[in-house]
Structure formats: structure tokens, C-alpha cells
């Protein structure tokens, strides 16, 4: 049963969000409204900038261990929009349950559409590795569009032949730029702040010229074996809720491990509010738990 906050917070977004978004995709006010949202740096964390790769912020508890387990982590936004600071929220959650985080600031559209990311994410991925960390001690997590790029990382890793993370944890990933899911239309109404228009219209900066089914731009077409160990969350609510148990479903038949939840209620990507939201401190502790299991497993 979903808490009172839940649907208060279903509430306030569908009032003050997405009546307001606006019609016209306007990039630039869009990025400046959001950015004027970002919160204070959250307590209790150490935030640095660096170049891992591409540019970034590395977000840890002080005295971590330095052979702490890493997670790099990849913010959603639709490829167009936020960035490591809108998303302190969720990587200091993911610090203080003892990662050292590291959140690069890929290049985005439409100045930088596909495959700007996912380069990005490779480059970060490789820098990890080039100072030392070992596969086995890193994972990767993202969530919507980040979630997705998380998944085309895992593939061109794979497809290169380079060593994989322990596993990896997706919130609300958007694995369909086809934009082909029947919840795109089924929840249009039911989805606290995304539009099925908007989508089609972020979907198309990124894309530019490339197929919208290529793999490393909708992993949900790819050829899913060999993948590391998976955790999803997806609200039951959400436009995007295809994109997770249709990836879930193709994974598992790809004989890899995955697990999915379907959370009611909770509107895309609940986790940022987790410092008053019940129900996203316990998603992000529960993928934490999965994500340091395999961490264990894989240093065996």
C-alpha cells in the first residue's frame, strides 16, 4: 500500500509539473527552470570535481574507505536536460550506503545528440579502470534516460570485449526511443508529469539521424546476453513502465539474472524525493543491498 506522501507527492507534480511543462520544448528554459530546483548539496557527503574520463563529481562520505566499492552513476533528464547536481539527492543516498559515487556530466542534446552519451559513459566507465578500480568492485545505476544509458554502456562493453561491472541497478530506465510501449498510451492520464508529446519530442534531439531501435540507443532491442546482474524499479503508473518489464522479461530470456519491482502510485523516478518520501529511501536501500551482494559474489 502506497503512503500518504506518495500520493500527495502524485498530487503536487501533477498540479505544479505538468500542467506547466512547457508545449514548446523550449531546452534552454527548461534546463534553467530545473537547475533553479536543485537543492542544497545534501549533508553528511563530500562533494569534489574531477575528470574521470569525461568531467564529473565524485560524491562520498567522508572517511570512506578508499577501497570502498564504486558506483558510476548516470543522471536521467531525457538526454536533454539536468545534470551530477540535480541529482545529489539520490547519489548521496547511494554514498552513504557506502559507494564512492562518481556522476559525470555526459554531453547532452541537442548540441551533443546520440552518440555523445554513451561515449561519455564509455570514457567514465574506462577511467575507473585506468586508476585501478577493479571491475568486480564497480557498479553502474541510472535512472530514466540514465537508465537506459546504463544499459548501452553493458552493451558496448560487452561488444567490446572489456570487463564488465558486478551489476547494475535502473530506476525507470527509458529503454524504448521508439517510443513503441502500449503504457505510453494507457497511462498517459495516470502518469504524474511525463506526456507521451514530450517524450516523442526529446526522443528526437537524441536521436538525430540514428535508428530509434539501434541498440545503444534503445537497449530494449538488443541482444541482452552476457549481461551483468539487474535491478529495476518502475512505478506502476508511469508512461515508461513497458520500457522496465519489457526489458525485464527480454533479459531474463537472455537467461541473465534480473529483478524487477512494480511499485504503485510512485511517479517516474520517486527516488529524488527520498529524504521525505518512505517509499524512495526504501527502493534505493533495497537496489544498495542487491548491489552489494554481487559486489561480494563477484570478489570471491
Known sequence: MASWQAHAIDAALRLFV?????????????????????????KGVRISQARVGCLGEWVEVPGVATDAPVMLYLHGGGYVVCSPRTHRPITAFFAHAGFRVFCPDYRMAPEHPFPAAVDDALSSYEGLLSRGVRPGMIVVAGDSAGGGLTMALLLALRDRKR????????????????????????????DAYINGPAAVKTAALYVGSADPRNPLVSPLYADLHGMPPIIIHVGSREVLRDDSTRLAERI???GCEVVISVWPVLPHVWQIFNRILPEGSQSLAQMADFLHKRVLKSER
Open 252 to 254: 531474463r530470456t537472455a
Open 18 to 42: 505538468k500542467r506547466r511543462l512547457p508545449q514548446d520544448l523550449d531546452i534552454a528554459k527548461l534546463r534553467a527552470r530545473i537547475d533553479r530546483m536543485a537543492g542544497r548539496p545534501p
Open 163 to 190: 570487463p564488465l561491472p558486478a551489476a547494475a541497478a535502473l530506476l525507470s530506465p527509458w529503454t524504448d526511443l521508439a517510443l513503441t510501449g502500449d503504457t505510453i498510451r494507457t497511462n498517459a492520464r495516470r
